[in-house]
């Protein structure tokens, strides 16, 4: 199960709204070794594409030093598919499979198709599912909204399946 | 002096559960044999049966992606730090 608190649900999901028709990523970093996704870093898509998302190599870096002179790891990997479902891609298995990528990440998918600006339409909606991603196997599990981590974890509020 | 090398949450099973290493070598790709030789299975990771760098790893020599500097023929010397990461991308 991801618990995020409501602060970073809806940070993620305005990303992905800002970032439409492009593909919005970014990471939601926590305390290495923790499930708490504390820390939200959106991230530039090197690729600045509808289909595809990728960290620029530089910004990968210099992501990954200041997590670690923060002790912390990314607790989520997170983008968005802007026409598709929110489900991972073959292309989004085969990188979440990699031999360093830790399959210990909540890979969180946002899908901005039927948003409002999308269709024109009030009452929009934008799918947000996670997934654990290890040797290519995909299982999606629940996702917990909090109202805040900094007190505890409750009330919940939320729970999507 | 040695060559430090930062090894992802992941690949940490091979070092004993340490964030850095150190080894040597004039190439990366001999850095990454003497690395295996101490940390067995680390070369199987980051190399594949084809002899090159897996596609879905970054590997940088300071602040260099080695992508651009020669992949595994990369020349590494004593003093500098190489740092393992995992590849983020994907797309729909």
């Known amino acids: ?161 | 002096m040695a060559i430090e090398v930062r090894i992802p949450t992941i690949l940490r099973t091979h070092t004993g559960g340490n964030k850095t290493v150190e080894g040597s070598g004039g190439t990366l790709a001999a850095l990454i044999d003497d690395l295996d030789s101490q940390h067995a299975g680390l070369k199987d990771r980051l190399v594949t049966e084809e002899g090159k760098l897996h596609r879905f790893v970054n590997v940088y020599v300071n602040d260099e992606d080695v992508r651009f500097t020669g992949a595994l023929d990369t020349e590494v010397k004593d003093g500098d730090s190489v740092t393992i990461l995992p590849a983020v991308a994907g797309g729909c």
Request: glycine share 6%; proline share 7%.
């Open chain 1, 1 to 161: 199960m991801l618990r995020i608190d409501r602060a970073t649900y809806d940070a993620i999901v305005a990303h992905a709204r800002k970032d439409h028709p492009d593909e919005a990523c970014g990471v939601v970093a926590g305390p290495e070794g923790t499930e708490r996704p504390e820390r939200i870093v959106p991230m530039l898509n090197a690729a600045r594409s509808p289909t595809f998302y990728e960290f620029d190599s530089a910004d990968l870096l210099a992501l990954y030093r200041d997590l670690d002179d923060r002790d912390e790891w990314p607790v989520v990997v997170y983008h968005s598919h802007t026409a598709t479902e929110a489900y991972p891609s073959r292309t989004d298995i085969g990188y979440a499979s990699g031999p360093a990528a830790d399959p210990r990440t909540h890979y969180v998918l946002v899908s901005t198709r039927h948003h409002g600006p999308e269709t024109g339409l009030a009452g929009d909606d934008v799918e947000f599912r996670s997934y654990r991603i290890v040797d290519g196997e995909v299982s999606e599990e629940e996702v917990e909204i909090v109202e805040s981590y900094l007190f505890g974890h409750s009330p919940t509020t939320v729970v999507y399946d």
